[in-house]
Structures are given as structure tokens and as C-alpha cells.
């Protein structure tokens, strides 16, 4: 597509579209588990196509889609051998520029995954370095090293991948000789780039500026915060790394490095019309390194997981939303906010028991874990910032725990270190109708099993019921586009509240009471309700808030 034609497209978007990111819902499309249009089992572009107004009834205001390019498959797409070209399981090109057009003409924006840390085994320049053998010039592109050891028998340093293991795997040379080493931090099939090389920042300035010429309007950095590694590639030393990694600065993760990249990734950005953006998928040890990558020359949103795995606890909830409002204000940049996503358990889920990681095994209590979840639901898009949401979670739908070994899919699965196998649960396709193969994900089953129940917590079992998920979550977006305040702004002012609730007013009038613990708790009703996950009673000036319920009050 000419620039020309990707312009005018975007004079179809809301006039309205300055900053339009700061207070953004943004909704995660996981392509493989959306929507069907082949019926072949797997998700693709016009099913997901076919589903826009869906979320555009929904109101969410753009659709960030996971790796839809050529691939493998190593690693569910985040293996790329194409960064501009359509896996035919996905559809082609022309689907996604069609994808684009319909969403634009409903207001919505697309936002899509950009992979730059690494590539596919199968990509063209990295077949290429192992088939010219050492002394190949496309090996600097890629972080190629001898072994230590008297024949060069073990790996170049001590790191290990996220996937568990090493992460360096040796090479053959084309005579058949035990060769060099090449690194990947996560799985064999997904060689690291060396963006020390000129080459590789100027294929992905490129790789840029041919989707936004597609018209999309912005990118989620995959891995946004391990592109650079730190001079010599150093041993850590000792093993389990993978600890910490929510800690410590490593020398592959988080080096000061990254920034660079993102100021010259930020012209690119600021040359397009729209107020096209990117978000950073950036794993830090702190809050304030966080914002490192959203200053105001560099990236426009970083996703904030450390808010994603507190626990369901008042003091937690409240140190980490000031800490995350703190971070962010100095650099200008809004707060983010954000409870699953495809690589993590379900929050309904695991909200289902008592504290734990953001990786649980157990389904726990389904009617504790989805009342949570629809409180925590409402605290979240109370908050100020862009908040994003998973695809399903707007059905209440809990991670499938039990799915049998022999359908998972996920790369890490069966590995005995490294990071959890167990994300297939949290990446079943979703139920749309209460009956067929799939429950309305398509006409030929789905490519990971649902469960039977399912059918009720499908889109048409809970459209038009006032006490479902789906309802909650529309009436939630619907109040937070009538009410200027939410969203907007950096700060809560926080009100005084018994133990174990949260209270806090924004402006125009508005305050959120949110109830954290197991028994219903009495207070001052602070005005009229305008939206509760749960039932509230009101009664001479009092309310009683249920146990673990959130409410929005119109003051």
C-alpha cells in the first residue's frame, strides 16, 4: 500500500486522535484462538476479520494482534523466517490489509507484534550464515561464538534460556565438523540478533516502515527490553537465572543500550500521521527502569507487570498502583495496566486460591476466582492510564488446567527447567455460540480442545443478561467513555476505608470502593452506584460491599 493511500485511511479514524493512547482500552487478539474463517481449527485474520464489530459493540478503542507473519511455528509465530510476509495459516497480505480498512471504518485501531530480539532458524540470513559456514558475513548478524573447552565442546558463557536449558546451541559446519556456537535466550528455533550490526537496524527501520505504510497503527515490542547484551557477553554465574530476572539487571536483559534504538524507532513513528505508537513488552526490575523506555523520545507505553502479578491484596494493590503512577509522571508517559494475557494464567483463575505466582496449575474455587476477577476488572479500568484486556477474559472465562499432555502445544512444555510450559491453558480458542464443533470458533473444532462448559460463558449465552461477564465489561467501557474522568489524569486521590478495601476519587465526581476481602464490610456510601461487580445494598447513607466486590460511584 502507498503512503498516500495509508493516510487517507486513517482520516476515517476518529477526529479526536491526539494522544488517543494515554487513556486507550486495548484489547489482545490472539490470532491461533480467536476466530476460525477456514474452518480448518485455527484462528486466522477473517475470522478475526469477521469478529470487529464484536469489539467495536464491546468498546474498546484498538486490537493488538500476536504474530501473524511467517513462521514455523516453533514458538506459536514469535519465530519469524518473514517479518513482512502473512503465514498461510493466517491468510495473506491483502487479509490483513482488509483487516486494517474494516477496523479503521469502525473507529478501531490496530496495533500488531513485532519480534526484533530474534528471529526464526528458517529465516533467510540465518540459513544462509550456517549453510556459508564460519566466515560468513551474515553470522555477525546473529551472536555466532566459539565454545570454550579443549575442542570447543562448551557453550561460549553460562546463561540460560527462558525456555530451560542452554542458551547456546552448537552448529555443524558444512564439512560435517563440530562448529561454532549461536545464542538464543529462548528456544534453538529462535536465534538472538546482534543489534550491534547496522544491518540489522536498518532491516528493522524498514520492517517499520512497511506496516505503517500497511496503515497500522502502532507496535507491541516483543522482548522489548533483551535486544542489546552487555560488552563480552559475561558469565552470571550459577544457575537458575531465570529467578532472577524480576530483580536484577542481567547482562542480557535491560541493558541501557535498548534506548537508542527506540529514539531512532520514535522518528519513524512521529513522521506518520495518527499518532501512531509502540508499547514495550519490557521485563525490569523496578517500576523506575520501566519508565526508562517510555521517555518522552522513546517508546509511547511499557506494560506494567508488576501490576499484573500482585496479589489480591489491598496494601499490595495500592503500594503498586502509587508506585506505577509515580514511575510514570516524571517522564510523562501514562501508567499501564493490565491482569492476563497470553502467556500468563487467567486471572479469573488465578485469583481462585490464595496468593501465588502468575503461573498456577490448579483451578481453585471458579466462583471465588471469577468474583475477584470481576472486581478487579472494574479497579483496573477505574485507574488512570491505558488498560488491556485478553481476549476472553471480558467472557470470565479461568484457564483450562487439565488439558492432556499429548494436545500442548506450548514449546517450553516438557522441558525440565526454565520458564512454565503450562500457557496452552490460557490460549484455548473462545466459545461464541452455546453450540457446535467449537462452540462458534469455526466449523472444523478447534486446535486445543475447550471444555464442555464452555458453552455457557460463550458471547451468545451471556449477551443480553445483565448479571454476566460479558455485560459487566460493556456497561464498564461504556461508563469510562461517558465519564471523562476515568483514564484520564496521573494520580488517585485515595480515601479513607476500612482494612482490606481500597477507596479513591477522580475527578468529575467519581469513586471507586473496592472490597478485597472474604466477608462483606459496611461504609458511607459516598454517592450513587453506577456500576458494582456484584449486588450492593444501600440503605440511610450506608453501603454493604460484599466480599471481594468493586463499585463505581457517580458523586
Known amino acids: ?71 514455523p511455528q516453533a514458538d506459536a509465530g514469535y519465530d519469524v523466517a518473514d517479518y513482512r510476509a502473512i503465514d498461510p495459516m493466517f491468510g495473506t497480505l491483502l487479509d490483513a490489509d482488509a483487516l486494517i ?3 479503521h471504518d469502525l473507529g478501531l485501531r490496530i496495533i500488531v507484534d513485532l519480534v526484533p530480539n530474534h528471529s526464526s532458524d528458517a529465516h533467510e540470513w540465518f540459513k544462509r550464515a550456517l549453510d556459508e559456514g564460519p566466515g560468513s558475513a551474515l553470522r555477525d548478524r546473529y551472536h555466532f561464538r566459539p565454545g570454550k573447552g579443549d575442542d570447543g565442546e562448551l557453550p561460549p558463557n553460562d546463561w540460560e534460556s527462558i525456555f530451560g536449558g542452554s542458551a547456546w546451541t552448537r552448529t555443524g559446519n558444512p564439512d560435517g565438523t563440530p562448529g561454532d556456537w549461536y545464542l538464543h535466550l529462548f528456544a534453538p528455533e529462535q536465534p538472538d540478533f546482534n543489534w550491534e550490526h547496522p544491518a540489522v537496524a536498518d532491516e528493522f527501520r524498514s520492517i517499520l516502515r512497511f506496516w505503517l505504510d500497511m496503515g497500522v497503527d502502532g507496535f507491541r515490542i516483543d522482548v522489548a527490553h533483551g535486544l542489546v547484551k552487555a560488552p563480552g557477553l559475561p558469565d552470571i554465574g550459577g544457575s537458575d537465572q531465570l529467578k532472577l530476572l524480576g530483580s536484577d539487571v542481567m547482562p542480557f536483559f535491560d541493558q541501557d543500550g535498548v534506548h537508542e534504538i527506540y529514539r531512532a524507532w520514535r522518528k519513524i513513528l512521529d513522521e506518520y500521521p495518527g499518532d501512531r505508537i509502540a508499547v514495550a513488552e519490557a521485563w525490569t526490575p523496578t517500576v523506575e527502569r520501566t519508565a526508562n523506555y ?39 508517559a501514562p501508567a499501564t495496566w493490565v491482569l492476563s ?84 491453558g490460557c490460549r484455548v480458542p473462545i466459545p461464541w455460540t452455546t453450540e457446535g464443533s467449537s462452540y462458534g470458533f469455526g466449523t472444523g473444532g478447534s486446535w486445543l480442545p475447550q471444555p464442555d462448559s464452555w458453552a455457557g460463558l460463550s458471547v451468545e449465552a451471556q449477551t443480553g443478561d445483565p448479571d454476566s461477564t460479558l455485560e459487566l465489561y460493556r456497561s464498564a467501557l461504556a461508563a469510562r467513555r461517558a465519564h471523562p474522568a476515568l483514564g484520564t489524569g496521573d494520580a488517585v486521590e485515595w480515601l479513607a476505608a476500612p482494612e482490606g478495601v481500597l477507596a479513591f476519587r477522580r475527578e468529575s465526581g467519581f469513586v471507586c470502593t473496592v472490597n ?38 457517580t458523586v
Open 1 to 71: 500500500m502507498t503512503q498516500y493511500l495509508a493516510d487517507a485511511h486513517h482520516a476515517d479514524l476518529p477526529a479526536a486522535s491526539a494522544d488517543w493512547w494515554r487513556d486507550a482500552v486495548i484489547y489482545q487478539v490472539y490470532p491461533r484462538s480467536f476466530a476460525d474463517g477456514n474452518g480448518d481449527g485455527m484462528g486466522d485474520l477473517p475470522g478475526i476479520r469477521s469478529r470487529l464489530p464484536y469489539l467495536r459493540e464491546l468498546g474498546v478503542d484498538a486490537v493488538w494482534l500476536s504474530p501473524f507473519y511467517a513462521s
Open 101 to 103: 480498512r474494516d477496523a
Open 294 to 332: 517510555v521517555r518522552p523520545d522513546e517508546l509511547h507505553q511499557a506494560f506494567n507487570f508488576q501490576y499484573l502479578g500482585t496479589h489480591w491484596v489491598a496494601d499490595e494493590l495500592r503500594r503498586v498502583i502509587d508506585e506505577s503512577l509515580d514511575a510514570m509522571r516524571p517522564v510523562g
Open 341 to 424: 494475557n497470553h502467556d500468563v494464567t487467567r486471572h479469573a483463575t488465578r485469583f481462585a486460591g490464595p496468593p501465588a505466582g502468575t503461573q498456577i496449575r490448579e483451578a481453585g474455587d471458579r466462583e471465588l476466582g471469577l468474583r475477584r476477577a470481576r472486581a478487579a476488572t472494574l479497579l483496573m479500568l477505574a485507574l488512570p492510564g491505558s488498560a488491556y484486556l485478553y481476549q476472553g477474559e471480558e467472557l470470565g472465562l479461568p484457564d483450562v488446567t487439565d488439558l492432556p499432555d499429548e494436545v500442548r502445544q506450548d514449546p517450553a512444555f516438557g522441558r525440565t527447567e526454565g520458564q512454565d510450559g503450562f500457557r496452552d
Open 516 to 553: 478485597t476481602t472474604g466477608t462483606a464490610v459496611r461504609i458511607p456510601a459516598p454517592g450513587r452506584v453506577l456500576l458494582a461487580s456484584s449486588a450492593v445494598r444501600t440503605a440511610e447513607g450506608e453501603a454493604e460491599l460484599p466480599a471481594d466486590t468493586a463499585v463505581w460511584w
